[in-house]
């Protein structure tokens, strides 16, 4: 299974490493294949520190390599994505699979058409805390799920550890913080509480940029019945890296996930006003058995890769997600209107 990288980024390093920690790069035979960045310092240091070999072109990967990691910067998603699917490589793309939702529904279509395993970002998907809180509120004993209070803040990642300077051109993004970091939000939505049919949203642009919105809030409505709300932000302050807090109510059980993505903590409290708390390794091992295989997405996708099966989530599961980002844009820019879903 030779492993190939497009980008040799903050994300293409992370997923490096989550492979080597994974245990399936010995199990499945991995070999470090070619690694492509426009950044030639980047890719060397890359290279130099995973064991990859630079390669002068985007071809030069995808020609020597089984599996792909696309990991550049968003608008490069969809032209690489076709290129991988025309040589049947299997492809791990990162979110957002792309800066429109149409592209993002082309690129589904390609990678399901040419039955490649392909697997997306949005890596919560796998987070133990998500997992656990998804459990809690699928417990019959919690009643139906009523209402969502999600919150994201992080300072705008144009400055400080990103330091990336492509997440202020909207030629490169797309958009700002709803498209290019909530759509992980998006998604968790749907995993936990379910399918939305109509949103109403506003924007804000405290920073000027270009078509990068840094305040968003929407207002939800699920399938079932439950009402959300989403409130991202991409501020300045330096302190506030990325936080997420989600409040979750059913009818009787209150749930909360707050401070670390993946361990937490997550509380919850029931009916009889027990409280109860999980985090760190408590709540990882309470989720494993919640999902398939490991928690590790790179793990994962190399793993079905070689066995060719499908993984997930799936190229299809971000589209279901763009759909929802575009209509929050749809309603901003309809001052607000309520905007209908159709799957
Ligand atoms: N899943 C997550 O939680 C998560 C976190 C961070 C970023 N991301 C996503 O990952 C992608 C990359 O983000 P990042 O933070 O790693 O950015 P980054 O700036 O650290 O790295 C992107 C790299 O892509 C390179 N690049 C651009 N065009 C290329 C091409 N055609 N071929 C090869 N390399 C090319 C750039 O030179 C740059 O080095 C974005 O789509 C972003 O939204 C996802």
Redesign the pocket.
């Known amino acids: 299974m030779r492993v190939g990288f ?9 997923h490096s490493k989550s492979l080597r920690q994974s245990g399936a790069e010995t199990a499945c035979g991995v070999v470090r294949a070619g690694v ?4 030639t310092e ?2 060397a240091a890359f290279a130099a520190a995973s064991g990859h070999t630079v390669c002068a072109t ?1 071809v030069e ?1 995808l020609d020597t390599c089984d599996a792909v990691y696309v ?7 969809p ?2 994505v076709a290129m991988a699917v025309e040589r049947g490589l299997h492809i791990f793309c ?3 699979l792309a800066i429109s939702l149409e592209s993002a529904e082309t690129m589904a279509t390609l990678v399901n058409a040419a039955g490649v395993t392909n697997q997306v ?4 998907r796998r987070s133990p805390a998500y997992l656990w809180a998804r459990q809690l509120i699928n417990d019959a004993a919690a009643g139906r799920v009523m209402a969502v209070v999600f919150r994201d803040d992080q300072f705008i ?1 144009t400055q400080g550890h ?1 330091a ?4 202020g051109d909207k030629a ?2 797309g958009a700002g913080t709803l498209l ?2 909530s759509i ?1 939000d998006v998604d968790m939505l749907r995993y936990l509480v379910g399918d939305i049919s109509r949103v109403s949203a506003n924007e804000a642009n405290f920073h000027g940029i270009d078509g990068i919105e840094d305040a968003v809030t929407a207002t939800i409505a699920f399938d079932n019945g439950a009402t959300g709300t989403l409130a991202t932000v991409w501020h300045d302050n330096l302190a506030r890296p990325s936080q997420r807090r989600v409040e979750i109510f059913c009818e009787r059980r209150f749930i909360v996930i707050e401070g670390d993505d993946w361990f937490g903590p997550v509380h919850w409290t029931d009916t009889s006003g027990a409280e109860h708390s999980l985090h760190g390794e408590a709540l990882e091992v309470a989720a494993a058995p919640l999902t398939d295989g490991s928690l590790n997405p790179d793990g994962e996708f190399i793993r079905a890769a070689a066995a060719g099966l499908p993984s997930w989530p799936t190229f299809d599961t971000a589209v279901d997600a763009h759909r929802v980002v575009e209509a929050m844009y749809a309603s901003s820019r309809a001052g607000g209107a309520a905007v209908h879903l159709q799957y």
């Open positions: 497009l980008g040799a980024g903050l994300i293409a390093t992370y492509y960045d426009p950044d980047r890719a985007e990967v990991c550049t910067w968003t608008s490069e998603h032209r690489l990162e979110k957002p970002g949005l890596v919560l990642p990103y990336s300077t492509w997440r490169l993004a290019e970091h992980h």
